[in-house]
């Protein structure tokens, strides 16, 4: 492999997790709160999830402030919303080029530096549950180092460029919390149900060298996240009849626990972070509307931060993007309260 220099071995996910170990609180904590997520998976409590936070988590002091606010948010919301802190520590790129997140950048101004980057997110993630009490939501980009974290998250989601691929399905099969299995770019949901399918079965597969078995995960579920058309243009696809259409081929699928969560964000929105105030009532009016998709709808994502739009890297906007777009702390205030009263 003459085009690759393998610098040093990273330890394994077991050396990270007894360097910056759970506690026996914080790991009651989050169990706790596992079962009230799973309850709205499964349709035993009414209440929705609402996975929301930055579009990336670049620094932890602004995370850190964000996810506090979110918190005492939470209190006055307990009876119809349990929000999940979106802490995404390593993001896709269209193009390969652009910031990567957290895992490969601990500081966005410098280079990688993976060593440090594995650290810094399981800081992170273990420092917003000591904090606050919420257990946190990542997205599952590289299957083999979900076990870094796998005693910290609530919520994995398999992003829209990675739920055709067969090793994200697999390891999905042998997680215990929801997984969200979005719909490609291409807006193919035959794709996203065969992921939530095969993350539904048990499987046996190679994994970080093992030889392992699954038993499937029952909580593998659906996200809507909109799509792009041959012409290169964003489609949403959270409007009543997309959501009925997809009610209908979910249910003929047989899966257990049907479950969607709407990306109010990304395609939906066209990448236009003000539209997912909007986007989040629509949805809820159809819910008023059509007791299947009430049935089938069971929360939403949403990207927000302190400040609102986003920042190139160096200007150091504090709680303010450095990828995508998001809304700004008082527009997502504003948000969750109005939807905890529509629900």
């Known amino acids: 492999m003459k085009n690759m220099d393998f610098k040093r071995k990273l330890p394994v996910p077991k050396q990270i997790k007894e360097l910056y170990p759970l506690t026996p609180e914080l790991a009651a904590v989050k169990e706790a709160r596992d079962v009230q997520i799973a309850k709205v998976f499964t349709g035993e409590s009414k209440k929705m999830a609402l996975i929301v936070g930055p579009c990336s988590a670049d620094r932890e002091n602004a995370v850190l402030d964000y996810c506090d606010r979110l918190a005492r948010l939470q209190d006055k919301v307990s009876d119809k919303l349990v929000l ?3 802490v995404y520590t390593n993001k896709p790129r269209t193009t390969g080029d652009g910031y990567k997140g957290l895992l490969h950048q601990p500081d966005p101004g410098k280079g990688s530096d993976m060593l440090e980057g594995v650290i810094a997110i ?9 904090k606050t009490g919420l257990p946190t939501a990542d997205e599952m980009l590289y299957p083999d180092n979900y076990r870094y974290l796998s005693d910290l998250l609530s919520y994995v989601a398999v992003g829209a460029r990675s739920v055709e691929n067969q090793e994200h399905r697999l390891t999905a099969s042998g997680i215990s919390i929801p997984v969200g299995m979005k719909n ?3 807006g193919d949901i035959s794709v996203m149900l065969n992921a939530i399918m095969a993350a539904q079965h048990p499987h046996t597969f190679i994994y970080r060298g093992w030889e392992v078995e699954t038993t499937g995960n029952c909580l593998a579920h659906a996200i809507v996240r909109g799509y792009v058309n041959r012409h290169g243009e964003s489609m949403p696809n959270y409007h009543f009849e997309e959501l009925e259409h997809l009610y209908n081929a979910y249910a003929a699928k047989g899966l257990k626990n049907m479950a969607l969560i709407i990306d109010a ?5 066209g990448k236009k972070f003000a539209e ?4 989040c009532k629509e949805v809820l009016h159809s819910c ?6 009430r049935s089938m709808v069971k929360g939403f994502m949403i990207e927000s931060y302190l400040e609102e739009g986003s920042q190139k ?3 150091n906007v504090y709680g303010k993007s450095i990828t995508d777009p998001c809304l700004g702390w008082s527009a997502t205030e504003r948000l969750i309260l109005d939807m905890a009263d529509l629900i």
Not at 122 to 130: E, F, I, Y
Not at 265 to 269: E, Q
């Open 276 to 279: 997912q105030p909007r986007i």
């Open 84 to 86: 999940i802190p979106r």
């Open 265 to 269: 964000n990304h395609a939906n929105s």
């Open 122 to 130: 399981r800081r992170l993630h273990t420092n917003v549950l000591a």
């Open 313 to 315: 890297i160096g200007e």
């Open 184 to 186: 490609p770019t291409s």
């Open 288 to 293: 008023r509307h059509s007791e299947s998709i």
